[in-house]
C-alpha cells in the first residue's frame, strides 16, 4: 500500500518496548481501557475494562496489572490468556488530552492473594463488586501512540445526574436487560455453535473432540454453548483457569517464542 515508510518511521520513533514518565503518568488516571485478546488458534476476543482512576496499576516501566472483577462468568479473557498470553490494551482519554496509549504484551494470570503478597501497596477498594478475584500481570513489550485526529472529545456527566453503577449486580435490568433483544428470541433457534477455524480443520480428530470438550470456567474455549457460573461457582471457574495456566507454564517455554507484534 505504499505505507512502508512511513510505517518505518513510526516506529523508529513512537514505538517503546517500556512505559516512559508521561506515558506512566497517563496510565494512572485512565478510568477505563480496550482488551484484546485471542485464543491459540488466533480466534479473537475484544471486551472492556473500567474502574477507578488507577485501577490499572503501573507495577514499573516494564509491568502493569488490572484486577479482574465479578463479571457474567464467561471468562472469555482469562480463557483466552490461558491459551496464548499475548494481549493488547487501547486507553483512549476522550475528555482531557484527547488521546491515546496502545501497549502490547504478555499476561499472566496471578491470585489476588499472591499479588498482595508481591506488592503490598495495591488498594483495597471498598465496593463489593469492584473487589478483585484475580490480577492479570502484562509485562510490557511495545507502548505506543494511538492519534488524536479522529478521538471524539467527550465531557463527563455531572456526578449529581450519574445514574448508581451497578458494579458487580446479577440484577438483569441493571446490567442493561435484553438491550439487542438476543435473549427474546433464543428459544426459537439452535444453540450458538462457532464454525471450526481453518486452523482447527488442521487438528487431530481427537484433538479437536478435547478442546470441544474442554471448559475453561464455562467457557468451552469459545468452542461451544456458554453456560455461567454465578457466584460461588464464578471463584472455583477461576481456579481452573489459574490451575491451567500454572500447568501450561510448568510444561516449559512456548515452542516458538515470540518475534514482535510487527515481525
Known amino acids: ?59 514499573d516501566d516494564k509491568t502493569l496489572a488490572y484486577p479482574e472483577y465479578r463479571g457474567n462468568g464467561v471468562l ?7 491459551e496464548n498470553p499475548h494481549l493488547g ?12 496509549l496502545h501497549v502490547n504484551g504478555r499476561a499472566r494470570i496471578v491470585p489476588d492473594a499472591d499479588m498482595r503478597a508481591a506488592h503490598a501497596g495495591l488498594p483495597v477498594d471498598p465496593v463489593p463488586g469492584r473487589r478483585a478475584r484475580l490480577w492479570v500481570e502484562v509485562t510490557v513489550e511495545e507502548a505506543y501512540i494511538h492519534c488524536a485526529k479522529h478521538i471524539p472529545h467527550l465531557q463527563k456527566v455531572p456526578p449529581q445526574q450519574r445514574g448508581r453503577r451497578a458494579w458487580g449486580t446479577d440484577d438483569f435490568k441493571r446490567k442493561g436487560g435484553d438491550f439487542f433483544g438476543a435473549a427474546a428470541g433464543s428459544a426459537d433457534r439452535a444453540p450458538y455453535q462457532r464454525e471450526p477455524s481453518a486452523a482447527e480443520h488442521g487438528e ?26 454465578q457466584g460461588d461457582a464464578f471463584r472455583e471457574a477461576a ?14 517455554p512456548e515452542e516458538q517464542p515470540f518475534t514482535g507484534w510487527f515481525a
Open 239 to 252: 481456579e481452573q483457569v489459574l490451575a491451567d495456566a500454572r500447568q501450561r507454564r510448568e510444561a516449559g
Open 89 to 100: 490494551i487501547l486507553m483512549v482519554d476522550f475528555v482531557r488530552d484527547r488521546i491515546g
Open 1 to 59: 500500500m505504499g505505507t512502508a515508510e512511513r510505517a518505518d518511521r513510526f516506529y523508529d520513533e513512537q514505538v517503546l518496548d517500556r512505559l516512559n514518565d508521561r506515558m506512566r503518568e497517563f496510565v494512572r488516571r485512565q478510568e477505563m481501557f480496550f482488551l484484546a485478546t485471542a485464543d491459540r488458534h488466533g480466534e479473537c476476543d475484544s471486551t472492556f475494562r473500567a474502574g477507578p482512576p488507577g485501577f490499572l496499576q503501573v507495577l
Open 204 to 229: 487431530r480428530p481427537e484433538q479437536r473432540e478435547q478442546d470441544e470438550l474442554r471448559d475453561h470456567g464455562g467457557r468451552r474455549g469459545r468452542r461451544g454453548r456458554h453456560e455461567r457460573p
Open 76 to 82: 472469555a479473557s482469562l480463557g483466552n490468556i490461558e
